[in-house]
Nanobody, 124 residues
Framework: QVQLVESGGGSVQAGGSLRLSCVGS????????MAWFRQAPGKEREAVAGLGGGTPYYADSVKGRFTISQDNAKSPLYLQMSSLKPEDTAMYYC???????????????????WGQGTQVTVSS
């Protein structure tokens, strides 16, 4: 049973920073693709950033502000968020899958494993 557990969420003021972590367990193989998604009330889940074979991909809305990283394929996944804006407020989810093509790293339908989410709230 694969489990993904997110942590690091919280409440910050606009312009602040947070670092999210995703710890995986229950698998002995590398997850080629891992990503962060977010969902605000009344909105669809959207991609934030992802790694495909170690190559980072970012949504235009966070490019230059967020950084996704992972020391190796079986280490925790991180999302460093800086210059946070109120529109970044959402539940943030970690996702993983054994393999996905590069053009599908930010496609939510690529992923088979999901965490329960961690809340990020940014006040103005």
């Amino acid at each position: 049973q694969v489990q993904l557990v997110e942590s690091g969420g919280g409440s910050v003021q606009a312009g602040g920073s947070l670092r999210l972590s995703c710890v995986g367990s229950g698998y002995t193989y590398s997850m080629y693709c891992m990503a962060w998604f977010r969902q605000a009330p009344g909105k669809e889940r959207e991609a934030v950033a992802g790694l495909g074979g170690g190559t980072p991909y970012y949504a235009d809305s966070v490019k230059g502000r967020f950084t996704i990283s992972q020391d190796n394929a079986k280490s925790p996944l991180y999302l460093q968020m800086s210059s946070l804006k109120p529109e970044d407020t959402a539940m943030y989810y970690c996702a993983a899958v054994g393999y996905c093509a590069g053009q599908r790293v930010l496609d939510r339908y690529s992923y088979t494993y999901w965490g329960q989410g961690t809340q990020v709230t940014v006040s103005s």
